[in-house]
């Protein structure tokens, strides 16, 4: 075990509280001091923020590590699935009684006030065996507070019996058996309140990425039943149209679907999010959602709008035929971080990804 190594950080967000706290990397050992300062106007602390305890939420029935949903909690999963370092996910929407949400077709679903989103991260220690010696490392949740989106880490201790909220993020080492039966490492990064931002912000507002009615226009694997249509026939779901009206976001990993459809699944989830035109990376001209029609949008032939070494000397986003000749290719295969793409929520190379995009731009027509 590394000797655990700290540095101060302060953390700003938006409720007015200046947090001042130890930050520590992968360590058994408990943190020996935590400081937190209130500001002299808010006299507030972490609990007007959120529950300290992920527990206290009572999203989990059970031994909390078993992520058995309570009532009212519903299991979703996403055609296609944001890559995070290889880390699994576990997602779950908590409903308010009585409440619904209703059907977008072209964005997430509107969710009802008082609605929370919960992401669980986790690693198991043989990938060949994923439901065996798993470990949770963080638990985000997203909570629709007063028409606003509040985003609230929790951070799992290593006894794996509770998880607490740490609005300053944490790097923990990890290390698994792929599924070829490599042994691959990566420091993994909890992000801090305001790195949620980077990814969520859309215009001024903090916004769901994942639940979209094309992410969920499928089954949970292993299960029969669509889950707009689950939602719907629990009553959670109003103004849902029929099947052949519902668009969907194919699978990316499924290679008996069309190669197109599944690149640009790829991209969306992983670049979408900021590329797009109300998203942080809007100034760029460079639009990644599915539903793009436009050639030069999607980057084909498309200079960029600043050119430096995030380019890597190549002129054109996309060059249909070359691959190596194209900047997107080149930021999603590097891990420099002032190259790489996405610019947070990783630190590996989705190899797998890479060369799914590398086949797609080698098949466009010249």
Not at 193 to 219: E, F, S, W, Y
Not at 247 to 261: A, G, I, K, S, T
Request: net charge neutral; proline share 7%; glycine share 8%.
């Amino acid at each position: 075990m590394q000797r655990r190594k700290t540095t101060f950080a302060a953390v700003k967000f938006s409720y007015g509280i200046v947090l001042l706290a130890l930050v520590f990397s992968c360590t058994r050992q408990k943190p020996e001091v935590i400081v937190v300062e209130e500001e002299s106007l808010g006299g507030a602390t972490l609990s007007s923020v959120g529950e300290e305890k992920l527990s206290a939420y009572g999203f989990f029935k059970g031994e909390l590590k078993n992520l058995e949903p309570a009532e009212g909690v519903i299991h979703y999963e996403l055609n296609s699935p944001l890559f995070s370092d290889y880390a699994y996910k576990k997602r779950f929407i908590k409903f308010p009684p009585g409440t619904f949400a209703t059907y977008n077709a072209d964005d997430v679903l509107s969710f009802p006030e008082g609605t929370v989103l919960i992401k669980n991260f986790y690693y198991p220690a043989d990938f060949r065996k994923s439901s065996e010696n798993i470990r949770i490392l963080e638990t985000r949740l997203l909570i629709l507070e007063n028409g606003t989106w509040k985003a609230l880490p929790y951070i799992w201790n290593d006894e794996q019996t509770e998880a607490y909220l740490d609005v300053s993020g944490k790097n923990i080492d990890v290390r698994w058996t792929h599924h070829d039966g490599s042994v691959k490492q990566v420091n993994y990064s909890v992000p801090n309140m305001n790195q949620c931002k980077g990814c969520h912000l859309r215009g001024d507002k903090v916004m769901p990425i994942g639940p979209t009615a094309r992410q969920l226009n499928g089954a949970i694997r292993g299960q029969p039943k669509n889950q707009l249509e689950q939602l719907a026939a629990l009553g959670l779901l109003r103004n849902l149209p029929p099947a052949n009206e519902r668009p969907r976001l194919v699978d990316y990993e499924n290679e008996n679907e069309q190669l197109n459809l599944r690149a640009r699944a790829w991209l969306e989830v992983n670049c979408a999010h900021c590329h797009r035109p109300d998203g942080p990376a809007k100034t760029s001209g460079l639009h990644l959602l599915a539903d793009v029609n436009n050639p030069f949008e999607l980057g084909i032939g498309k200079p960029p709008v600043a050119a430096g070494r995030g380019s890597g000397g190549r002129k054109y986003d996309i060059v249909p035929g070359n691959p190596d000749a194209s900047i997107l290719f080149y930021r999603i295969q590097s891990d420099d971080p002032g190259v790489m793409m996405p610019e947070l929520g990783k630190k590996l190379v989705h190899a797998e990804g890479v060369a799914l995009i590398h086949e797609w731009i080698k098949s466009m027509n010249q």
